[in-house]
């Protein structure tokens, strides 16, 4: 048997409970919300008021999973004589991954005997969750330690991130768009088509006007570079637009795609740099 556990991090947009069924540990990253600090996992905030909150003009604001948080949760794994593959949010969206790397280099001092092996994914929100998912299904087949963190590797360049969000106001603040670019697509009603690079950086490729057109579009990169249509797993987020989510699967389904395996919710944490509305589709492809 395996001897080792499999962490994550909030950034990943799995619900706690199905990480906990999967048996994936979890670190959370904290969000500040009309000057109050909130923690993802444990924040008793509805998603839906997260971002009708939003909606009301209100900001959040994100902030890293610090290095001692990762210490304190890695080490009772350690303590129990399992080792860790830890797979991070992108180090081209936070500091977070970058943390629990130090944490990991201070515990292995500390525990010599134990391995622990940690992963800049370049992936986020349900990506991420993708990831996880087909690396813990490799650790249930038998692979070990460093057979999953290999494969975990390999896959990465190849895992796919297609966005577009409602409102581009949010990708303003963050500085994603400038502020001319958010009034005339406001007006105009242009989407953003966005996808995370080969970096881990979220960047714009493309513009469609109209919701209708740019989920099209969303699923129209999932037919045009998916490494398996029809058979391949496939992952949704959303930002509190489940309607849209599930337009966009049945829009796949019908188009003799694969279903959808997983529609999650776009987390406080991506969620407060791309706004109520956004849509994410998430896919192995021949490349990003």
Known sequence: MSNYVIFTDSACDIVPSLLAEWGVHCVSLAFRFDHIDR????????????????????????????????????????????????????????????????????LAAQYPDRKIVTIDTLCASAGEGLLVKLVLDRKNAGATLEEAAEYAQSL?????????????????RGGRVSPAVALV??????????????????????????????????ADKLFETAEDVAGGTFFISHGDCEDDANALAAMIRERGGNDIQIITNVG?????????GTMALFFLAKQR
Do not use: C
């Open 39 to 106: 923690d993802y996992l444990n924040d008793d905030m509805p998603i839906k008021e997260f971002y009708q909150n939003m909606r009301d003009g209100h900001v959040a604001k994100t902030n890293a999973v610090n290095s001692e948080t990762f210490r304190a949760t890695f080490e009772p794994v350690l303590a129990q004589g399992q080792d860790i593959l830890y797979l991070g949010f992108s180090s081209g969206l936070s500091t977070t991954y970058q943390q629990g790397k130090v944490a990991a280099e201070d």
């Open 156 to 172: 990465i360049p190849r895992l796919a991130h297609w966005f577009t969000v409602e409102d581009l106001v949010y990708l303003k």
């Open 185 to 218: 697509g406001g007006m105009l009603n242009i989407k953003p088509i966005m996808h995370v690079d080969d970096e881990g950086h979220l960047i714009k490729v493309g513009t469609i006007r109209g919701r209708k057109a740019s989920l099209k579009a969303l």
């Open 268 to 276: 406080t944490v991506i969620g407060a740099h791309s706004g109520p």
